[in-house]
């Protein structure tokens, strides 16, 4: 064992004696305000975090388990870890809900409330809260097998604070395929059943049920020829602003070749009749163009019949090397997903949800301006955490290039821009801050190409993560960064012309912890 090993192994350690679960109910501690740590984004209290899991609202709690990992900063046996909000804003950390068993670790999965007791948990006054999962087998993979992931259920009558596993697990054995996992389930009006998208490696696959028990194979869908590992899928409805037809949406994480490299999330648009997705498989879109969002999927049981969504903040190229210590990964701000018509026909257009403007202070002018060939100072930060609402005017902007740039007085800058020559908007964290964990990590990082530009922005910047907003929506960035101090400075810069813009706004965002 080399000399690096033992000293990460011992690290590794000290943290997990030094680091046990939060219990619920528990105030912030110092090390909420440890650097990098994020400040309204929703991290776990220590350790380990990939996927968003079993997203679900019941009785006024949004519920969100994730992929867990409480005795390391770096994926291991995978647990459930828990936490509910009133809000998706403000979270109560809860103990850990599903553990490991004989039948192997607990992947990533989903929860639905069983209105109608279809399953038979019900005790006649409470629906059950149902989990549905994978079980990754690590003998059965190490011994070379192909079978060691199979679908597995739990139940809660106390609104998931406590769990019984079905005893008759796994309720989906494997058909033979190395990466069967992530169930998402739903429940069909029109068929009046459950039906289940899971990941077969290079597709996916649905099932349906009549009572969360008993499975029935029913489709897949995939793209011919394509080789790439499919994870994490998501199924529902949609109706397009204006628009009285229905599409159904299927979202799919991608383990390689997103938009910049990596990690990634995609949709395609479609139809679905209960049993098959039907799709023009060339038309996959990306839900975000930055480096980081990744396994974004809905929650179940919104009230309101919103759809909102949530991601991993963060890339498997670089996830376990971030230049953080006591805790791994966050999530990106609540999303609420809607369609909308274009040219290029229906996209998802994604917005923070509405809750998370409980978190604005005042509201800060932002003067209108116009700068050539150089950068104008905009404002000097009290407070990294804000809120941006601004605008270039795409008739009087002449320059090359230009956008908004944040400093600090280390060195370090982080550049949200657009490009006239390809018509996009990009990121730019090359000099951003620390990079050296990954190979991967700096970088400028391209939007689509567009028609046409509105120059919008809206844009939200947390100690060391930027989610922005670009034309109303139509396209997204999230990506993380890691600066030697927070970013203290927000000026314009303009490359090869003028960049002109009208009055914006901007709010320095309360903290959640």
């Known amino acids: 064992m080399n000399i690096f090993l033992v000293l990460l192994l011992l690290v590794t350690s000290l943290l997990a004696c030094e680091s046990p679960q939060p219990q619920a109910g528990s105030t912030a501690p110092a090390r909420y305000s440890e650097p990098h740590r994020p400040q309204f984004h929703f991290s776990p209290d220590s350790m380990w975090m990939n996927d968003p899991n079993g997203m679900v609202f019941f009785d006024g709690e949004y519920h969100l388990f994730y992929q867990f990992y409480p005795d390391s900063t770096v994926w291991g046996p995978m647990h459930w870890g828990h936490a509910v909000s009133r809000d998706m804003v403000r979270w109560e950390h809860l103990p850990i809900a599903l553990y490991p068993d004989s039948l192997g670790y607990i992947f990533s999965g989903s929860a639905v409330i069983d209105h109608r007791n279809t399953s038979g948990f019900g005790d006649g006054s409470t629906p059950p809260m149902v989990a549905i999962f994978t079980q990754h ?287 996009g908007w990009f990121v730019d964290r090359s000099q951003a801050g620390a990079s050296d964990f990954s190979k991967e990590f700096a970088g400028i990082h391209l939007g689509p190409e567009l028609d046409s530009a509105k120059l919008d922005l809206r844009i939200f910047l947390d100690w060391s993560s930027l989610e922005a907003f670009c034309e109303a929506g139509d396209v997204s960035f999230t990506e993380i960064f890691f600066p030697n101090e927070p970013m203290k400075h927000l000026a314009v810069f303009a490359e090869g012309g003028k960049a002109v813009w009208g009055p914006g706004s901007r709010w320095e965002l309360k903290r959640i912890w």
């Open 137 to 423: 087998d690590i003998a059965g993979e190490q011994a070379g097998q192909t079978d060691y992931q199979t679908q597995s259920i739990a139940y809660s009558l106390d609104k998931g604070r406590t769990w019984t596993k079905y005893a008759a697990n796994p309720v989906i054995p494997n058909p033979g395929i190395k990466d069967f996992r992530d169930p998402k389930v739903i429940w069909h009006d029109a068929t009046g059943r459950w039906v289940m998208v899971l990941a077969a490696y290079d597709k996916a696959m649905f099932y349906t049920s009549p009572d969360l028990k008993t499975w029935a194979y029913a489709s897949e869908f995939g793209i011919e020829g394509d080789k790439r590992l499919w994870e994490c899928p998501d199924l529902f409805p949609m109706r397009a602003a204006g628009s009285d037809t229905i599409a159904w949406i299927l979202i799919t994480s991608i383990q390689q070749q997103g938009p910049n490299g990596g990690t990634a999330t995609s949709y395609f648009v479609g139809d679905f009749d209960g049993n098959t997705f039907t799709a023009n498989p060339s038309e996959q879109r990306w839900l975000d163009h930055g480096k980081d969002n990744y396994a974004m999927v809905t929650w179940s049981n919104v009230p309101d019949g919103r759809t909102l969504a949530l991601g991993w903040m963060s890339n498997w190229q670089y996830a376990q090397v971030v230049p953080t210590m006591r805790w791994r990964s966050a999530m990106t701000l609540p999303r609420h997903l809607q369609l909308s018509g274009t040219s290029g026909g229906p996209i998802l257009r994604s917005a923070p949800a509405r809750e998370v403007e409980n978190l604005r202070g005042h509201t800060l002018p932002l003067a209108a301006g116009e700068v050539e060939n150089g950068m104008m100072n905009l404002a000097e930060l009290a407070s990294p955490l804000m809120e941006i609402q601004f605008q270039f005017s795409p008739e009087q902007s002449s320059a090359r290039r230009f956008g908004l740039i944040w400093t600090n007085d280390e060195g370090d800058s982080l550049r949200l821009g657009f490009d006239r020559e390809r018509n």
